[in-house]
C-alpha cells in the first residue's frame, strides 16, 4: 500500500533564567534534549551511508548534503576529521567533507559508514552561556575502495558535540552538530541542573544517571530493502519501507507514521487481531524485519500469516516523514483507530491495484495517546525517525 506522510515536530524545552542560572524545567526535558542530539548523530550517519551508496545518482546525493547541513549541522564550516583518505592530514570542513565522498568514492566505488553510539553526557552549558550542549561519544568505521582503487579501512573513537542555542532568552529546538573531534576523556564542563519545586527541596539529594531516551536503548532504523545494508532515511517514490528492530529486553513494539493531521498505525499489523492494542511482542536480543512477507519474517504463531506492507510516494519534490517507534517493557494502552476510507490519498487506479491506507487516528488524538502512556509507566520509550522521499 502507498503511504505519505508529513510531519514538523517542534520541541518545546522550557528553562528559567535565575541568579545567572539556568535550570532545566524537569528531567524529561532533559532526556528530549539527549534523545534529538542522539537523533542528529544517527541522521550524520545515514546521510553518510547515501551517499557512499550506488542507489542515488549524484543529483541525488548533493540534495542530501543540502539537507543535511540546512538540518542538523550549525552551518557548512563545522570542522571533522578527515578520515576518508588513506592517509588522512588536516581536518575539512564538513561541506568539503561530504562533497569529497562524492568525488573520491564514485560509482561504481562504494563505502560505508558505521556508527555506534557508546555514551551521551549530561546537559551542558557554555561558558558564555550562548548554547547548551551535548557530548556524543560514538565507535566509527569506514569501509570502502576510492576512485584510485586503495582501500579505506579505519576505525576510531570519536567525538560530535550537538548544541542547542540561547535567544533572547529563550532555548531554540533543533539540536545542531557544531563540532567533530577524535575521542578526548571528559572534561570539566559545567552541568546545568533541574529546576527545583518545593517537593524537591524536602528530599534528600542524590545522584542518578539521566536515562537515555531515543539513543541506545533499542535500535530501530528504516530499510529500503530486507537487507541490512539497505539501512537509509533518504527514500524515493515507490520504495518499500522497512524497519529493523532490536532491543536488549523484551517487551512490546508499535510504530506510527503521521502526516500531521492523520498518524497512521503501520505495527502491530492490521490482523493481528491478539496483539493489535498492546503493542507488538519483541523478545530480547532478537533482531526484527518487519513490513515484509518473506517466510524469514513472519513472527506470528500461526505460519500462514500474512503481514502488511508499505511503499512510499512523495506529493512534492522532496516530502519529510517522521516514523515513531515506540517501545515498552510492559503492554500498552489501547489506541483506538479507525478505518480510513474518507481519507483521499490514493487514486482510483491505485485503489483497483489493491493498495489502500493503514488505520488512522487524529494527529492530535495520537499525542494524547502517547502522553498518557509515558505518565503511566517510567519504562516507554519513543524514538523519532526523520526520512526523506524524493519524486
Not at 275 to 293: A, C, D, L
Not at 317 to 345: C, G, M, Q, T, W
Request: a neutral charge; aromatic letters at 12%.
Amino acid at each position: 500500500m502507498r503511504i505519505k506522510y508529513f510531519l514538523t515536530v517542534i520541541l518545546l524545552l522550557l528553562f528559567r533564567l535565575s541568579y545567572c542560572q539556568i535550570e532545566l524545567s524537569s528531567e524529561l526535558e532533559k532526556n528530549k534534549m539527549v534523545g534529538k542530539a542522539a537523533s542528529a548523530v544517527k541522521s550524520f550517519q545515514s546521510t553518510l551511508t547515501s551517499l557512499g551508496s550506488n542507489r542515488f545518482n549524484y543529483e541525488e546525493k548533493q540534495s542530501y548534503i543540502l539537507d543535511l547541513i540546512k538540518n542538523t549541522f550549525e552551518n557548512e564550516k563545522v570542522r571533522i576529521i578527515n578520515d576518508i583518505e588513506s592517509e588522512g592530514s588536516e581536518d575539512y570542513t564538513i561541506d568539503i567533507y561530504l562533497r569529497n565522498i562524492l568525488v573520491w568514492f564514485a560509482p561504481p566505488k562504494e563505502v560505508s559508514f558505521n556508527y555506534k553510539i557508546e555514551k551521551i553526557s549530561d546537559v551542558f552549558i557554555s561558558d558564555e552561556k550562548t548554547y547548551l550542549f551535548i557530548k556524543v561519544e560514538v565507535s566509527r568505521e569506514i569501509d570502502g575502495i576510492n576512485n584510485d582503487n586503495a582501500k579505506i579501512l579505519n576505525s576510531m573513537k570519536i567525538d560530535i558535540y550537538v548544541k542547542y542555542n540561547i535567544v533572547n532568552g529563550l532555548i531554540k529546538p533543533r539540536a545542531r552538530i557544531y563540532s567533530i573531534t577524535k575521542h578526548m576523556a571528559d572534561m570539566a564542563f559545567t552541568v546545568v541542573p533541574l529546576s527545583k519545586n518545593e517537593d524537591d527541596l524536602k528530599k534528600p539529594e542524590t545522584t542518578k544517571q539521566v536515562p537515555i531516551i531515543e539513543s541506545s536503548d533499542f535500535e530501530a532504523y528504516p530499510l529500503a530493502c530486507t537487507k541490512l545494508n539497505c539501512r537509509t532515511l533518504n527514500f524515493k517514490t515507490e520504495d518499500d519501507l522497512y524497519l529493523f528492530f532490536k532491543s536488549p529486553v523484551a517487551g512490546y513494539l508499535s510504530v506510527f507514521l503521521d502526516d500531521g493531521k492523520d498518524c497512521f498505525k503501520l505495527l502491530p499489523y492490521s490482523l493481528d487481531t491478539l496483539n493489535i492494542n498492546s503493542g507488538m511482542p519483541v523478545e530480547s536480543q532478537k533482531e526484527y524485519i518487519y513490513f515484509s512477507t518473506e517466510p524469514q519474517f513472519n513472527y506470528n504463531a500461526n505460519k500462514f500469516f500474512v503481514e502488511d506492507t508499505y511503499q512510499l510516494t512523495a506529493e512534492t519534490p522532496k516530502d519529510i516523514n517522521h516514523l515513531y517507534v515506540i517501545f515498552s517493557k510492559n503492554p500498552l494502552n489501547r489506541i483506538d483507530v479507525r478505518k480510513n476510507a474518507e481519507i483521499k490519498i490514493l487514486s482510483e487506479t491505485e485503489i483497483k491495484k489493491g493498495y489502500s491506507i493503514p488505520q488512522t487516528l487524529t494527529t492530535s488524538s495520537f499525542k494524547t495517546w502517547v502522553n498518557n502512556n509515558i505518565n503511566n509507566t517510567k519504562e516507554i520509550v519513543l524514538k523519532d525517525i526523520e526520512i526523506t522521499i524524493q519524486k
